[in-house]
């Protein structure tokens, strides 16, 4: 009886150190981590996102991208249009007032004229506050814009008084990449979403 005992505490003891061991495994393997999802459609590959000097709405020269941000969400428009550009900074307006206060100050928004004759400081001033007054208008002449519009794939065609245009949100990652991209009517809680994630600190 007594060896048949030591048996069954030996057995025990050795299934405790396995079930032991086994913990002990999974606790220190590396973590995998999982891909971080985006409401915006992905860039795939991401983009370079090229900079340029500009006028802001105060008519002071001013970058397109700034790396003191860790996002740009960055629109081209124009102060007249009647339709999409409302409606996207509409949204990025919401988005960014929903955004905590400091992930916002991480954020940037970029407004970019492809109508510089009607659109002079000025009028981009009066034009973006009335959304927000933190979002930055940039303009400039046509030689200053049109390889901002190119580098973008901005595709510009005049009817009459107005302009039909490429109406593609871009949101720019602190890498200084076009990582994704949203319609003008995007969901502000999508936009916020996704700012969250990408002004995260690192």
């Given amino acids: 009886m007594a060896l048949g005992h030591l048996r069954r505490l030996a057995l025990a003891a050795a299934v405790a150190c396995l079930l032991l061991a086994a913990i002990v495994l999974v606790i220190s393997r590396p973590r995998v981590a999982r891909p971080t999802t985006y409401a915006g459609m992905p860039v795939v590959p991401a983009k370079p996102a090229p900079d340029a000097l500009l006028v802001d709405q ?13 996002l740009t969400f960055l629109f081209f428009g124009y102060t007249h249009c009647p339709d999409e550009c409302p409606l996207a900074l509409g949204s990025l307006a919401k988005a960014y007032r929903a955004l905590p206060p400091e992930r916002a100050a991480r954020t940037r928004v970029v ?5 510089p004759t009607r659109d002079v400081p000025a009028v981009m001033r009066k034009y973006v506050s009335a959304f927000d007054p933190h979002f930055v208008g ?6 200053q814009l049109a390889p901002v519009w190119k580098a973008y794939g901005v595709a510009i065609e005049r009817t009459t008084r107005e302009l039909a245009h490429g109406d593609a949100i871009y949101a720019i990652d602190a ?6 991209i949203y319609p003008p009517d ?8 996704d700012a969250i994630k990408l002004t995260a600190p690192r």
Avoid: E, K, M, R
Wanted: no cysteine; glycine share 6%.
């Fill in 111 to 115: 407004f970019v004229s492809v109508d």
């Fill in 58 to 70: 105060n008519g002071v020269p001013a970058h397109l991208i700034d790396p003191a941000y860790s």
């Fill in 186 to 193: 995007a969901p502000p809680a999508d936009l916020s979403a």
């Fill in 175 to 180: 890498t200084q990449h076009v990582v994704l």
């Fill in 138 to 143: 940039l303009t400039g002449t046509n030689a």
